[in-house]
C-alpha cells in the first residue's frame, strides 16, 4: 500500500518538476544577439536552399499570432523542434532562444532525435526555413510589445 501511494505520488509531481515556468516576461527575452543569431541563419538557411524548392507541406508549426498570450513558450516550443533537426546553426541557435528563455526543452522534444535521423538534410532545412519564419514573426510581436510599453 505505502509503494502504491509513493507511486501515486511521483505521478503527480513529476510532471511539475519537469515543466519550465519561466518567470521572465516577453520583453525580457528580447536580446539583440538572439535577433541577430535569427536573421543570420534565416540568410544562411536561404542561401543553402538557393537550389532547391521546398514543397508546401502541411505540418503543424506554431504560430505566435495564433496564441499571443503565449509567445515565450512558442518560441521555445519552436526551439525545441528545431533542435531535433540536428543542424548545426539550427541547434546553436535554438540553444540561444532557450537560455534567453531560461527554460530547456522539454525530454520528450529531444527523443525526437531518433526519429530525424533519416531525413534528408534538404528536407531538414526546408522545415527549418518554416520554423525560422514562424519564429522571426514571434520577435517580430515582442519589439512591438516593447515598443508599446
Keep these: 500500500m505505502t509503494l502504491l501511494c509513493l507511486s501515486l505520488l511521483v505521478l503527480l509531481l ?3 518538476s519537469l515543466s519550465c515556468n519561466s518567470s521572465k516576461i516577453p520583453t525580457e527575452v528580447l536580446s539583440p544577439f538572439v535577433q541577430e543569431l535569427l536573421r543570420n541563419t534565416r540568410e544562411r538557411v536561404t542561401t543553402l ?7 508546401e507541406r502541411r505540418h503543424k508549426h506554431l504560430s505566435c499570432i495564433a496564441d499571443k498570450a503565449n509567445i515565450l513558450k512558442i518560441l521555445l ?3 525545441c523542434k528545431m533542435q ?5 546553426d539550427i541547434e546553436r541557435l535554438a540553444s540561444n532562444v532557450q537560455t534567453s528563455i531560461d527554460c530547456p526543452c522539454p525530454e520528450k522534444d529531444l527523443r525526437q532525435n531518433r526519429h530525424n ?3 534528408s538534410e534538404t528536407k531538414k532545412l526546408c522545415i527549418a526555413k518554416a520554423f ?5 514573426v514571434c520577435y517580430e510581436m515582442l519589439n512591438t ?3 508599446d510599453t
Excluded at 49 to 55: G, H
Excluded at 84 to 88: G, T
Design 145 to 147: 510589445l516593447v515598443m
Design 77 to 79: 516550443r519552436q526551439a
Design 14 to 16: 513529476l510532471p511539475l
Design 84 to 88: 531535433s533537426l540536428e543542424l548545426s
Design 132 to 136: 525560422l519564419s514562424s519564429m522571426t
Design 117 to 119: 535521423k533519416s531525413k
Design 49 to 55: 536552399l538557393q537550389n532547391s524548392s521546398c514543397l
